[in-house]
């Protein structure tokens, strides 16, 4: 199933209102939000990740070359995140104040991948 246009349109807008509000989450203008404000964020972020991971989960290959293009997508995607992740445990390190959240989410990424990785080669 090839991707057509308003697929890519779609796709784009849910992404780019995924980011805006996981950045507005943070609060980089230091704005005081009050707590309804927060909770609805966190309602819209969870709506928008759910539509996100609904585009992926639907994506299919057509031929040998889409299919390598979506592996290396994941392999970017994972390195990414686990580099980041890696990041933020070295740099709380330094203040002996590690959130385990950052571990927890690291163990996860990597079980997962070698998981699945395992899975895949035995049925596959």
């Known amino acids: 199933m090839k991707n057509n246009p308003r697929n890519i349109i779609g796709e784009s807008i849910v992404t780019i209102g995924l980011i805006v509000t996981a950045i507005l989450l943070l609060n980089p203008f230091h704005f005081w939000m009050p707590d309804m404000m927060v909770m609805s964020m966190l309602a819209v972020i969870l709506v928008l990740f759910a539509i996100f991971a609904s585009f992926i989960l639907r994506e299919k290959a057509v031929d040998e070359r889409d299919d390598q293009h979506k592996a290396l997508a994941g392999r970017n995607a994972f390195l990414a995140g686990s580099a980041t992740l890696i990041l933020g445990i070295i ?34």
């Open 91 to 124: 740099v709380q390190g330094y203040s002996h104040a590690v959130d385990e959240w950052l571990v927890v989410a690291l163990i996860v990424m990597v079980v997962t991948k070698i998981g699945t990785r395992i899975w895949s080669d035995r049925n596959l």
